[in-house]
């Protein structure tokens, strides 16, 4: 069983940016995910990362704005956002699943952290 458990998030003005961590229990790596959810909408996809970090994939609302990493010493998660808008607000959910691809898919993921909210101001 693999714990995850994220942080970081908070109220920012648009345009202002935010750190999410993300520590995973254990020392497996695992491939693992970003996923957020806005009020009355479904989980969506954000970023996800390989196990290894080699291989990234973002959804078309972030890219070149959010960027995901991973420090696997620390067998640790990032998502850096940057110029954050007010629809970027939601609940932040890390996510990992078996090694080594990462994906985009929901429910292709094992373990789920217990959410941070991130608030954009406008």
């Known amino acids: 069983q693999v714990q995850l458990v994220e942080s970081g998030g908070g109220l920012v003005q648009a345009g202002g940016s935010l750190r999410l961590s993300c520590a995973a229990s254990?020392?497996?790596?695992?491939?693992m995910g970003w996923f957020r959810q806005a009020p009355g909408k479904e989980r969506e996809f954000v970023a996800t990362?390989?196990?290894?970090?080699?291989?990234?994939y973002y959804a078309d609302s972030v890219k070149g704005r959010f960027t995901i990493s991973r420090d696997n010493a620390k067998n640790t998660m990032y998502l850096q956002m940057n110029s954050l808008k007010p629809e970027d607000t939601a609940v932040y959910y890390c996510a990992a699943r078996k090694p080594p691809s990462g994906s985009y898919y929901t429910g292709s993921y094992d373990y789920w952290g217990q959410g941070t909210q991130v608030t954009v101001s406008s």
């Open positions: 254990g020392r497996t790596l695992y491939a």
């Open positions: 990362m390989s196990s290894s970090g080699g291989s990234t």
